[in-house]
């Protein structure tokens, strides 16, 4: 048994000053602060001057995928080891089929490289890169059977993962039938390639038109068309990912309106990162930030109308997209071809501290800092009471997090895989103290205790949140 004694626990409703029993993998009891048990066979965590906030919940990343010739250089241990670091005990990550490859083999490749090496819990998103009978039964088998419920489709990327409206209307209403979450990658890939090759004929090759030619309209044209899509079928249940413009947040805030099946995330990069400063760096070194949907310009006002969309819950979710890359030997696959850039960022273990520098700014209230990061995606996506809060019965997931320490990100310190950050510098008012995941410690005083092998793949229900 372990005793935290002397924190304030943060939940979606606020703070509370409370002691938290832990008895074996599970949150046990939550008492008054001094009102727990005295003495006994238990361990005693001191959280006095902390946070203590469920083990934060990242929706998105991408371990290992294959992408544009190469592979995201995080592993399932690598990445679910600095995820550990950052805060975050759980992952969903993204198993692939391909056009012409059978759903349950993809999903048996993700499980064959996930199982055994990750370091906290994990669980599965789908994506459909081929949609067709066979494809449209699997799902039906996949959330019965499998505990994925949940499917990814691609506006974008003709060729590799594209799916035409058709497809991604029959999609939609078979995911209407059987509960599921259709998550939309939402950018007009045909008209973006249209973009790409006018910008290289014309000799623009440097990594800033990259974001050039995925401009907003396209972003938010086809989370308009998702929308209206998912509407022809009854109102299918739609998760837009990695939304980034504020045009785009306007299609998602009126469905919300109108009190639609619709949600939407955003990741750190879109509410710290800009077009100008990052991917329009000298040279070559705006690759680093090549990620889709790409980072918008500084002097438009996404930035504050994103944050403002966290604050208002016309966006649910802040996770990653953590899709890391090399800059030596992977990100150079583009060097005279932009289009030729793996698109990734790699920020899994960043996300709990930058979202907590939201707060320290005033732009979260500290239950809205643990909702975005733990609670609402753990609802989202069928992990709740399991995950996403401290409460009795619930795993015992635990993060304190000290308000008064500082946190500085950098390649010398962080603990994924890539030989760069796209944080470098960045120093956030707070810091990840002690992480606990299914009652073992496994971060404390500045040391790594975990292991390879202790996360396990976690079945997920249905959405919470669906009408």
Same mark, same amino acid.
């Given at each position: 048994m372990i005793l935290i004694k002397g924190g304030t626990v943060i939940g979606p409703t606020g703070?509370?000053? +409370?002691?938290?029993?832990?008895?074996?993998?599970?949150v046990s009891a939550i008492f008054s602060p001094g009102q727990g048990p005295a003495e006994g066979d238990f361990e005693t965590i001191d959280a006095t001057g902390k946070y203590v906030i469920p083990g934060a919940v990242d929706a998105h990343t991408h371990m290992e995928l294959p992408f544009g010739g190469?592979?995201?250089?995080?592993?399932?241990?690598?990445?679910?080891? +600095?995820?550990?670091?950052?805060?975050?005990?759980?992952?969903?990550?993204?198993?692939?089929?391909?056009?012409?490859?059978?759903?349950?083999?993809?999903?048996?490749?993700?499980?064959?490289? +996930?199982?055994?090496?990750?370091?906290?819990?994990y669980a599965f998103h789908m994506i459909l890169g081929g949609v067709d009978d066979e494809s449209l039964k699997a799902m039906d088998t996949l959330v019965t059977d499998e505990g994925i419920t949940s499917f990814k489709l691609f506006m974008a990327y003709p060729g590799v993962f594209y799916s035409d409206d058709g497809q991604i209307l029959r999609a939609m209403q078979k995911a209407r039938d059987n509960g599921a979450m259709i998550m939309m990658h939402a950018e007009n890939g045909p008209a973006i390639d249209v973009l790409v090759k006018q910008a290289l004929e014309r000799g623009e090759t440097d990594p800033i038109h990259h974001g050039l030619t995925?401009?907003? $309209?396209?972003?938010?044209? +086809?989370?308009?068309?998702?929308?209206?899509?998912?509407?022809? $079928?009854?109102?299918?249940?739609? =998760?837009?990912?990695?939304?980034?413009?504020?045009?785009? !947040?306007?299609?998602? $805030?009126?469905?919300r309106d109108l009190g639609r099946n619709v949600f939407a995330e955003t990741c750190p990069q879109y509410l710290y990162l800009t077009l100008e400063d990052q991917l329009g760096a000298p040279g070559f070194e705006g690759a680093k930030w090549v990620c889709s949907t790409p980072l918008r310009s500084k002097h438009e006002t996404h930035r504050a109308d994103l944050w403002q969309g966290l604050r208002t819950n016309d966006l649910?979710?802040?996770?990653?997209?953590?899709?890391?890359?090399?800059?030596?030997?992977?990100?150079?696959?583009?060097?005279?071809?932009?289009?030729?850039?793996?698109?990734?960022?790699?920020?899994?273990?960043?996300?709990?501290?930058?979202?907590?520098?939201?707060?320290?700014?005033?732009?979260?209230? !500290?239950?809205?800092?643990?909702?975005?990061? $733990?609670?609402?995606?753990?609802?989202?996506?069928?992990?709740?009471?399991?995950?996403?809060?401290?409460?009795?019965?619930?795993?015992?997931?635990?993060? !304190? =997090?000290?308000?008064?320490?500082?946190?500085?990100?950098?390649?010398?310190?962080?603990?994924?895989?890539?030989?760069?950050?796209?944080?470098?510098? =960045?120093?956030?008012?707070?810091?990840?103290?002690?992480?606990?995941?299914?009652?073992?410690?496994?971060?404390?005083?500045?040391?790594?205790?975990?292991?390879?092998?202790?996360?396990?793949?976690?079945?997920?229900?249905?959405?919470?949140? !669906?009408?």
């Open positions: 703070a509370t000053p +409370a002691d938290v029993l832990v008895v074996g993998e599970q190469t592979f995201a250089s995080d592993t399932f241990d690598t990445g679910t080891r +600095a995820a550990a670091w950052g805060g975050t005990t759980t992952i969903i990550d993204f198993a692939v089929q391909r056009t012409g490859e059978v759903v349950q083999d993809g999903l048996a490749a993700w499980h064959g490289k +996930a199982m055994g090496n990750c370091h906290i819990d995925r401009p907003e $309209a396209l972003e938010a044209e +086809a989370t308009s068309r998702a929308i209206w899509l998912a509407g022809v $079928a009854a109102d299918c249940p739609l =998760y837009i990912v990695h939304l980034s413009a504020s045009k785009a !947040l306007e299609q998602v $805030a009126a469905a649910s979710v802040v996770s990653t997209d953590h899709c890391p890359f090399c800059f030596k030997d992977q990100k150079e696959l583009g060097i005279g071809d932009f289009s030729k850039i793996p698109n990734g960022i790699g920020s899994v273990e960043h996300r709990v501290d930058l979202l907590y520098q939201g707060v320290v700014d005033g732009k979260l209230s !500290l239950a809205r800092w643990v909702e975005t990061i $733990a609670t609402t995606p753990a609802r989202m996506f069928g992990l709740f009471p399991r995950k996403g809060i401290i409460a009795p019965g619930s795993d015992a997931d635990i993060v !304190l =997090y000290d308000p008064a320490a500082r946190t500085r990100i950098g390649v010398e310190t962080h603990h994924m895989n890539m030989d760069h950050s796209a944080w470098e510098g =960045y120093e956030i008012a707070g810091k990840v103290d002690t992480v606990m995941s299914r009652g073992r410690v496994i971060v404390k005083d500045g040391a790594y205790h975990g292991g390879k092998g202790h996360g396990q793949f976690v079945r997920r229900g249905l959405s919470d949140y !669906l009408i």
